[in-house]
């Protein structure tokens, strides 16, 4: 990086605490022969969600030496967009199953080494790399986007560049929709501000040239109103719906880098990106409940970017 990139936004330092390396890099964390048994998960919420669900059921199945099955919902979710390699399990072999719930928290517990049941039935909402880091060529493979995905999203980059050459692509998630009042209302919280997003993109037109930015939303409105788009290098995808978040995505993992604000279809997006990563962090005020679910050091790659959030609407 060159001197004239002093300007760019102070990140917060992260390290992983000690406790949670512990069970991410447990000396346990080998594979082991597969036992009899069949463990799954049930499938809830939408995109991000279910790839972390499958996610985090491929890698504790595989630690724990039991084959995971997807449940037909997950498979009718995830199947048409990646090239996922899990046996599903028919409805016949699931209601003769005497499954176990297994309640899951969002980041990896030394407990989760040491599951010794035959019929798991995993609950929760996990999206921590915490559970899965340690495979993550393997996650990367499950999530591999079918070849009809990876031609659209490649031809839309190429289109909106105009031939241009030494482009770096930058993907943009900018989350709202429910998050608007959820986040003050329930959560004491907050989502990224216009003055969020102005920094991390001016942090890449910085350490850049030629940088493009391609944004996803669904909030397409208010992106269009409040991102600045003076110097034309802002592209704007779909028209904000969620009708179609297997393309969206796609689009942005075929980016160079990302800016994400919070929700687990910025995470994937910044995941299976593999570039620099910039997220919103310290988003809510101390005594919000939402931290008794939620640790930033699991939920974001120590070597990703945080912004800290401007909690003052709340103030």
């Known amino acids: ?46 995109l991000g969600n279910q790839m972390g669900q499958y996610a985090t059921l491929y890698a504790l199945a595989k630690q724990n030496g039991y084959q995971a099955y ?38 990896m517990s030394e407990e989760y080494n040491h599951i010794q049941r035959d019929h798991i039935k995993l609950k929760g909402f996990p999206c921590s790399w915490t559970f899965f880091h340690h495979i993550r ?24 560049t105009k031939g241009k050459k030494n482009v770096t692509f930058v993907g943009v998630h900018v989350r709202r929709g429910d998050y608007v009042n959820v986040m003050p209302q329930h959560w004491r919280g907050v989502i990224g501000d216009k003055a ?21 939303s669904n909030g397409m409105d208010w992106c269009r109103e409040n991102l600045d788009n003076s110097r034309g290098d802002l592209f704007f995808i779909g028209d904000g719906n969620e009708s179609s978040p297997g393309r969206d995505l796609s689009i942005l993992v075929h980016c160079n880098h990302t800016i994400m604000s919070i929700g687990t279809f910025g995470f ?14 310290n988003f809510t005020l101390q005594e919000s409940n939402f931290l008794k679910i939620f640790k930033y050091d699991a939920a974001f790659l120590p070597e990703w970017h945080g912004i800290a959030a401007d909690l003052s609407p709340l103030l």
């Open 1 to 46: 990086m060159n001197n004239d990139c002093i300007m760019c936004p102070i990140f917060l330092v992260k390290y992983v605490p000690s406790s949670l390396a512990k069970a991410v890099n447990s000396p346990e964390s080998v594979e082991r022969p597969l036992l009899k048994g069949m463990w799954t998960i049930h499938p809830d919420g939408r």
């Open 70 to 107: 997807m449940l037909p919902e997950m498979k009718n979710y995830l199947a048409p967009l990646f090239k996922v390699s899990m046996p599903v399990l028919s409805n016949d072999k699931i209601s003769a199953t005497p499954w176990t719930q297994y309640d899951l928290h969002d980041w």
């Open 137 to 160: 060529d393997e996650i990367l493979k499950e999530f591999t986007f079918h070849d009809s995905y990876k031609i659209q999203a490649i031809s839309y980059l190429q289109d909106i």
């Open 196 to 216: 969020y997003f102005e920094k991390a993109m001016d942090y890449f037109r910085k350490k850049y040239r030629n940088v493009v930015f391609v944004v996803t």
């Open 268 to 281: 994937w997006a910044s995941y299976l990106t593999g570039g620099e990563a910039i997220y919103l962090t």
